[in-house]
C-alpha cells in the first residue's frame, strides 16, 4: 500500500522539520503509533496499534536526513510490517509557511483482503493520514490538539488525545493579548 498526503503549516521549515526529527514525538499526534524509542541518531523501534486490537512492531534506520528539508526511513530486517516513508519539508509560497508531503509504502498483512477488512472495521489508512496530519498542523500551530463541542471525547472508541474544547477567550487571555470587549456592542477592542 502506497500513501501520499500534504498539508501546510503555518511555521518555517526548520521549525516543522525539527519537532518531526524528534521522533518520539511523533505519537503525539499520530493516533495508532503508541511508542517510537528512539535507540540512536538513526535508529528507532516503533510500536503501534493495528486494527482487530493487534499490536505491530519494528526497529527502523533513517536513511536520509537533510535537516530543514527531508527526513526518510526504512524498516529493517525482520519487521512486523515492513514500512518506508518520506517527508519532505518545503517553503510554501509567498513564505507562508511549510508544506509538509508525506509518502508512506507498507505491505499489507493480508494482501488485499487484510485491506478490505480493515476498511470494514473503520480503518481507512489514507483517512488516518490525512487525519494524522491535520493534528500534526495543530500541533504545530497551536501547541495542541484542539476539538470542537460536537467531539468531546476526540475519537470516542479510544479517547486518545488530549484535547481541549474550543471556546472563546477569557477576559484575562483578551488582555494577555491586549484586546478588550464589549459586552453591550459584542465588540473586540485592540
Do not use: C
Amino acid at each position: 500500500m502506497k500513501l501520499t498526503a500534504s498539508t501546510t503549516v503555518g511555521k518555517s521549515p526548520q521549525e516543522v522539520y525539527d519537532y518531526w526529527r524528534r521522533l518520539d514525538n511523533l505519537p503525539e499526534f499520530m493516533a495508532h503509533v503508541d511508542e517510537v524509542a528512539v535507540q540512536s541518531d538513526s535508529h528507532s523501534h516503533w510500536r503501534v496499534s493495528a486494527p482487530f486490537g493487534k499490536t505491530v512492531e519494528w526497529d527502523a534506520e533513517i536513511v536520509d536526513d537533510e535537516p530543514g528539508r527531508l527526513l526518510s526511513w526504512r524498516s529493517v530486517e525482520g519487521a512486523d510490517i515492513a514500512n518506508a516513508g518520506a517527508v519532505r519539508f518545503v517553503t510554501a509560497p509567498k513564505d507562508q509557511g511549510t508544506e509538509v508531503h508525506v509518502s508512506i509504502s507498507y505491505d499489507v498483512p493480508g494482501g488485499k483482503l487484510g485491506e478490505a477488512l480493515a476498511r470494514w472495521a473503520g480503518e481507512d489508512p489514507h483517512q488516518q493520514l490525512d487525519d494524522d496530519l491535520r493534528r500534526f498542523k495543530q500541533v504545530m500551530e497551536t501547541g495542541e490538539v484542539v476539538r470542537s463541542e460536537g467531539a468531546p471525547w476526540g475519537k470516542r472508541a479510544r479517547k486518545e488525545f488530549p484535547q481541549h474544547a474550543a471556546a472563546p477567550l477569557t477576559e484575562q487571555e483578551l488582555a494577555d493579548y491586549g484586546l478588550s470587549i464589549d459586552l453591550n456592542k459584542q465588540e473586540v477592542h485592540a
